[in-house]
């Protein structure tokens, strides 16, 4: 276990969390490699058909009509797998679980209310559980949360809990406020170097695609790629839409600012009243961010496919 002026680690949480956290993970892994496969099999089905219309062997285009077939099949299937497993719902709510019991568990590893030092370790045992039946209760889907055990009260958050007041403050500080900050900074700009990429390449493909109509008007080539071309760089459209990179890169570079500032206070924070009152707004700040993510990430799917 990790020193407690360095904050709690991931195995000191709740078992709930990290059987959520999991969860919420392999959805999103699914989500996105059933995602990334449909778009891929749509562009190769475009390019099946491009090709075709350049050769003239009959028995070459009936085999690339065949491929153009079956990758159109192989994206529906895709899709359809998509709709039947629906894991985005496994990583969005799975998530929103993990980060709401993460939000509990340090308030109470750091007396913070409801879980106050005058409440009484029996009473503060009592109401965080009856706390996280209420979250696991209120999600919206159900899931598997004894994948990592059934304890739930660590003997980290115990410890911690117990500890003097500048410990707790030191902990929260930096295993909180300052690696939540760090994160968010540098997710930000992970965001923002994906988000460059992306666009970059798509101006590519289009310049291609400008360039090869180009020279089929030159008559320099009877190869029409557009169609091609076209369906990459609508995938690519899709890809961005899912990741939302424009947005999180902002979103997460505001919520790194205002934590910045959110750590700043901490010094003004002298006793166990104000210091109550600092974490609930610590958390507000952070808890915001996620509900935001949640929402967006709700409304956000992707396009249906569309024949070049």
């Known amino acids: 276990m990790a020193p407690l002026e360095q904050g709690l680690a991931e195995v000191d949480f709740p078992n709930i969390y990290r059987s959520a956290d999991a969860a919420s993970l392999e959805g999103q892994k699914s989500y996105l490699r059933y995602t990334r496969l449909r778009l891929y099999f749509v562009i190769f089905a475009a390019t099946a058909s491009a090709v075709t219309a350049g050769i003239s ?3 070459a285009q009936k085999i690339l009509i065949a491929l153009s077939l079956f990758f159109f099949l192989a994206a529906s299937a895709a899709e359809i797998i998509l709709l039947s497993i629906r894991p985005e719902e496994s990583w969005y709510h799975g998530r929103a679980v993990a980060e709401s019991v993460k939000t509990l568990a340090w308030k109470y590893s750091v007396c913070a209310e409801p879980f106050s030092r005058s409440a009484g370790a029996t009473e503060s045992d009592r ?6 039946t209420d979250i696991v209760a209120e999600s919206p889907i159900f899931m598997d949360y004894s994948s990592t055990g059934s304890q739930q009260i660590t003997s980290a958050m115990k410890e911690l809990r117990e500890s003097d007041f500048s410990t707790r403050k030191m902990s929260y500080c930096n295993g909180r406020i300052e690696d939540q ?5 540098r997710s ?3 965001n923002e170097r994906s988000a460059l990429r992306w666009r970059i390449t798509l101006v590519a493909l289009e310049l291609l695609g400008a360039t090869g109509a180009l020279l089929i008007l030159l008559n320099v080539t009877d190869l029409d790629v557009g169609s091609a071309l076209a369906a990459s760089v609508a995938a690519g459209g899709a890809w961005i839409g899912v990741k939302q990179y424009d947005s999180l890169a902002s ?3 505001l919520t790194a600012t205002e934590l910045a500032l959110v750590h700043a206070e901490a010094d003004q924070v002298t006793d166990d009243a104000s210091w109550s009152r600092y974490v609930i707004s610590a958390e507000q700040a952070i808890s915001r961010e996620h509900t935001m993510w949640l929402a967006r990430r709700a409304r956000t799917r992707i396009p249906r496919r569309r024949t070049p």
């Open 127 to 132: 109401l965080f559980l009856q706390q996280l």
């Open 57 to 59: 062997s009959a028995e």
């Open 251 to 253: 979103a997460y570079s």
């Open 181 to 185: 900050k760090r994160w968010y900074s």
């Open 188 to 190: 930000a700009r992970k």
